[in-house]
């Protein structure tokens, strides 16, 4: 019972440290700083941390879900797969990245206030081709992940399904 309590605080204590990273831009090095935004969401999924998995989004983004019809406050803990009760980890491979433009992040300022009403500024932007697993399923998606100042955060809508009508990529706005 003590090691499983030990093992519950590990736990605990490293998630801490990996959602730490979404809306923080201070220390670490920079190699790969626009993921880990991504490893905190796969993070919060495998934690069945809703309300960490949302902030891995733009605020209007979060806010718009949250104020919506399908808001879902269990959301988290329904995005991977379940076999046998239990609940598969979500993962996610960045195959390709792509560091935009100041007139692609100009588009995207555009979009995003034209979506949610609210201006977003932001210092600098990727794109990335990636790929969610969990157990046997697959979803390629297109992300973008924007630093406004702030911190890294995924651009566009709240992810609510994974493996459900996968061609559907994670959109701009």
Known sequence: MKKLK???LALLAAAMCLLASCGNSQGGAPSVHY???LDTLTS???LNDTEAY????TEAARLNYMNSESYDRELAGKLSVKDEGRSLALI???NEHRELT???IASLEEAYKEKYS???????AYELSTVFTSGNKMAERTVYTVNNGNGWYILGPVIERFFENTNEASSAG
């Open 92 to 94: 996610c491979t960045v």
């Open 118 to 124: 609210l201006r977003i500024d932001i210092t600098k």
């Open 54 to 57: 949302l902030l891995c989004f």
């Open 35 to 37: 993921e880990k935004v």
């Open 44 to 46: 919060a999924v495998s």
């Open 102 to 104: 100041e007139s692609e």
């Open 6 to 8: 030990a093992f519950t």
